[in-house]
């Protein structure tokens, strides 16, 4: 594990002696309502004298338009270089409030506290900062390293269940891409039973590993994506859908299961090991409903959202239970096929 | 000179070179009314297929609703990461679009070709990027190298007279900071016969080497400041009474010769070595005109400006010609007693 990542019942107080022991100018909080209320009271306690600024929770305000406010805020407050901002909540703060300090007077010094089980294995860990522009997600941003990420998995009693089991899908493909044992132990586990004291570790360790082995997105790093492809554009596709709208989990365990049968349909994987994967997504996470017309919808928009050329798409497949393959070309009719399986279950 | 710094009049043809050689998947160049008429002509002929987006040129427009205007262009151009944005202009068109490059998809290629005296000898060395926030110079901004910088001094003869007079001040703080014998040399030679060809990689050698010991600014890059505590002060001072604004380089001048002063005030700095510099700049610079009024009101700006506190503020002075110190208290009542010197020439 980093030096600057501190994860269980003790990273608040390491935080307290970050903040201590450095000379910072000043400390500011970013929250939305919903940490301001759940996690704020309990992080109060470790933190000196510091300033809040708030903004509203939701991906609809990770916009320039949330960033001019806190900036604005960070200038009230007459913040100079040294100061520190701390990001207390899930993914649009961690995100959000890492662009705003890595560009506040050209870079202040940023500490993520995420405190939804998604951005504690996932958004914290590989330097993305970013914002949505015109609806591009993380479209404006930067790669910078926060001064400290704070992990504390009591944050996540202040979840609903629905939260946690979206987190925990990416704790799964972090297994499925790199773990093959700790699936085949962890599937036998469930997710109630989960320890997420030693899960969010072992979790972050998998996330650090690939990162640091390609920091910029060049190459390995894609195998993070595995899900991604066909899940994102089942996320996108149901967020204009009132009602159908899925968290960002739910969508990349059916994207899992998908990008598992075509690697099974390419030849990469045996139909055992998808069975595996597909009981024990099934078992965790309800099927989505998918009718005709949204199949043909979904495949396009993954091929569009990504600009590829013609109609193919790299996406990441598996070539075993704890091993991935980038670059992997799937064509707009294979990805409909995948759905169709899904659909059929 | 770093490897990525070309000057002279075959930059051009290098700039050519290197976006053949490279293979980026597309070619955008950022230009403001101004460089399209005066500059591009003659960039475009050094270009492959290319894309333009055009602003408006003036420090007015240095802000983000001018970014997200350039990020819409961007995107609607499908701009992927192994895009290139080229920077065709002055100070503006270089911090704003290095800043638009560094942040678009968390950083594409940029390359600044500066036409100005001022961006080609100042703003286009040492990495930072900026905008304008409510007011505040380069309050949002990144430190973030150029692919290249292209410093073709034919496009000076593009330039107003006054332009390029405004750029001579930053080479004469060059030389005053760090190579005296280089001034004694050139005062002697005068703004008119001045050999650009010759004058401008021996200014941008000196500011590289200043940013190369410190390229945060955590220290002696510093001195790079001197003339600008008072200058910046008379500049923002000016920029509000209409009909008296000054050009950047018109209000460094004023600020060198206070600081000057302000340097054998403070024992510095000897007498003779005043008259030499004062001599010099008042044959290149028209006096400005202060009155009574403006003294007081000018001093007040360089304290709050820099937020320092109580009634000091730290700034570089002369140790001699040829060797800055930074970090020098002075005190509101010595920056006024400076002003009122420069008013009694």
């Known amino acids: 594990m980093t030096e600057n990542i501190h994860i269980g019942q003790n990273a608040l107080q390491q935080l307290t002696d970050l903040l ?123 790669f910078k390293e926060p001064r400290a990420v704070i992990i504390d998995p009591a944050f996540l009693q202040t979840l609903p269940d629905r939260q946690v089991k979206s987190g925990y899908a990416e704790i799964i493909k972090h297994w499925l891409i790199e773990d093959g044992a700790k699936f085949e132990e962890q599937r036998q586990v469930g997710l109630l039973s989960a320890d997420w004291e030693a899960l969010i570790p072992h979790s972050v360790a998998i996330k650090e590993r690939v990162v640091a082995a390609d920091p910029l997105e060049g190459g390995y790093r894609k195998v993070l994506n595995f899900g991604h492809t066909v899940g994102h554009a089942i996320e996108s596709y149901l967020l204009e859908k009132p009602g159908r709208e899925l968290l960002h989990g739910e969508a990349i365990a059916v994207g899992m299961l998908c990008e598992t049968w075509l690697s099974v349909k390419k030849g990469l994987l045996s139909q055992q090991e998808l069975d595996r994967i597909e009981t024990f997504l099934l078992t965790v996470y309800e099927k989505v409903k998918l009718n005709n017309e949204d199949l043909a919808d979904i495949a396009a928009w993954a091929l569009q959202d990504k600009k590829n050329s013609k109609s193919t798409i790299n996406c990441t497949l598996l070539k075993k239970i704890g091993q991935a393959v980038y670059d992997q070309p799937v064509t707009l009719a294979e990805i409909q096929e995948s759905l169709r399986y899904y659909q059929l279950l």
């Open 20 to 142: 201590q022991n450095r000379a910072f100018s000043k400390v500011v909080v970013l929250v939305d309502e919903n940490t301001l209320l759940h996690c704020y009271p309990q992080l109060k306690k470790h933190l000196p004298e510091h300033q809040l600024i708030q903004i509203k929770s939701g991906e609809e305000n990770k916009t320039l338009q949330t960033c001019a406010y806190i900036w604005q805020q960070m200038t009230s407050f007459n913040l100079d270089r040294w100061a520190v901002l701390v990001n207390l909540g899930g993914g649009v703060i961690g995100d959000m409030g890492g662009f705003c300090a890595a560009v506040y007077k050209r870079g202040i010094y940023f500490v993520q506290v995420p405190t939804t089980l998604l951005s504690q294995v996932d958004a914290s860990v590989g330097g993305k900062t970013g914002i949505d522009f015109h609806g591009l997600k993380n479209h404006i941003g930067v």
